[in-house]
């Protein structure tokens, strides 16, 4: 054979199986143009109306991603062959975001009927969503495939929790290709949303038996938690929000929070108690651009943890039933 030809042979060779089935920034452009438009104007479309949707969206991903790959599984609801990822512990009466994303697909389906993955919905919309309270953009390449089942074993334990230590929250991460740093980044996320006061009541009264609130918060800080959480049953849903003082906003004030003892999730104030985060919380709590810059890698990886390309998986007409 002559040697480009053996050469493009090798090539197609060597390289389609890599090539095949990744992601790619271009991958709707023909077959549904006006996709970036439908999911921006419907995420800006659903926060004038509740600032807050941002916030859910974005944590609505990070759970569908932490738990069994980025495929759109946290969507569907329970069938007879499979729990709704919906009904674990983590996601219950506190996941939001569901309707959003299936009107938004309802939208896409008009224009480029059976092409768009939920999951890449999904996945657009948090970049919106981060966009549009403040927050730095990012590319995101396109062709995920939705899953054709839940897994709530798998949200329950691959979610991390609030009550949890930092080295097993970091397990969860690593387990998933995502390091240290991706923790610290991503839980900048913290910088906008809410929290029910059931998760962590336990640092305002009594804390670990000492008759007093979790040394590790600001006085001042955990007195006006205490007068937001004043019921002392466990249970207690009330909303605080995560980052007191830019709530709505998607800055670095999750970090300057840290420094002054004014997280209000346990876990997350552990980041300043721990020698392998606190250098990267006080860099990101000086430096607002780090900050950007390493919460929007981190989201990249994110949305490429355990994705569905090619032929795998599904294209959903509805993101909360497989067809
Ligand atoms: C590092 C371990 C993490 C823990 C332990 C954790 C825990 C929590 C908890 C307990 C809540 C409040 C839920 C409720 O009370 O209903 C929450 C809210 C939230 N989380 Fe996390 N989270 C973590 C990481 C992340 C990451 C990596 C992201 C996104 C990249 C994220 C985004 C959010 C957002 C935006 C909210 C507010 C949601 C809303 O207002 O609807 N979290 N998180
Ligand atoms: C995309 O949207 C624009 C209006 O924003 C419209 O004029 C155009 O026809 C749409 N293109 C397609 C392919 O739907
Ligand atoms: C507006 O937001 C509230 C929650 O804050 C929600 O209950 C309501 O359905 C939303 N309305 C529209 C039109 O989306
Ligand atoms: C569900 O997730 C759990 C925990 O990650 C895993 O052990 C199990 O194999 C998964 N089940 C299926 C059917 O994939
Ligand atoms: C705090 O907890 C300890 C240990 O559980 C208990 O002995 C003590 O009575 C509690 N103090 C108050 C004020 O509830
Ligand atoms: C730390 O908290 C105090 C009030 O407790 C506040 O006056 C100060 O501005 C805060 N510092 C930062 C960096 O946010
Ligand atoms: C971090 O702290 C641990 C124990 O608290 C210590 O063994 C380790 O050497 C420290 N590492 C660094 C980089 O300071
Ligand atoms: C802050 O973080 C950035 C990005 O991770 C890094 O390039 C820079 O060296 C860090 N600066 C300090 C002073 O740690």
């Not at 090539?19 to 790619?24: A, E, F, N, R």
């Not at 069938?79 to 299936?102: H, M, Q, V």
């Not at 938004?104 to 966009?131: F, G, W």
């Not at 610290?184 to 009541?201: E, M, P, R, W």
Request: charged share 20%; with cysteine; hydrophobic share 40%.
């Amino acid at each position: 054979m002559h040697f480009p030809t053996i050469s493009l042979v090798f090539c197609l060779f060597v390289f389609q199986p890599f090539v095949y089935g990744q992601l790619d920034y271009k991958f709707y452009d023909t077959t549904c143009p006006n996709l970036t438009k439908i999911v921006r104007f419907g995420v800006w479309s659903a926060m004038a109306n509740d600032t807050r949707m941002a916030a859910s969206l974005l944590r609505l991903h990070f759970h569908d991603c932490i738990s069994n790959g980025c495929d759109a599984s946290v969507l569907l609801d329970e069938t007879s062959s499979f729990r709704s990822e919906k009904d674990a512990l983590p996601n219950l009466n506190s996941a939001r975001g569901f309707e959003l994303i299936e009107s938004i697909k309802a939208n896409v389906e008009k224009v480029c009927p059976k092409t768009v993955s939920c999951v890449d919905i999904l996945t657009l919309a948090v970049r919106d969503a981060v966009l549009l309270t403040g927050g730095r953009y990012w590319n995101v390449a396109l062709g995920r495939r939705d899953g054709l089942t839940a897994n709530i074993t798998a949200a329950n334990t691959m979610t991390p929790s609030p009550f949890e230590s930092l080295d097993d929250i970091i397990a969860k991460f690593t387990a998933k290709g995502l390091d240290i740093k991706d923790v610290v980044a991503l839980s900048g996320a913290h910088t906008i949303g809410f929290v029910q006061c059931f998760a962590f009541k336990f640092r305002l009264f009594n804390f670990s038996g000492t008759g007093s609130f979790d040394p590790s918060l600001d006085a001042s800080f955990a007195s006006s938690l205490q007068t937001q959480c004043p019921n002392q049953d466990a249970s207690d849903t009330t909303l605080v929000p995560l980052d007191a003082v830019t709530t709505t906003k998607f800055d670095n004030m999750f970090f300057r929070n840290l420094v002054n003892n004014s997280g209000v999730l346990g876990s997350d104030q552990a980041l300043m108690s721990d020698n392998r985060t606190s250098a990267m919380v006080i860099n990101y709590s000086k430096y607002p651009f780090w900050f950007a810059k390493d919460f929007s890698d981190s989201m990249v990886k994110l949305s490429n943890v355990g994705v569905i390309t090619g032929q795998n998986g599904q294209v959903r007409d509805k993101c909360n039933l497989v067809n």
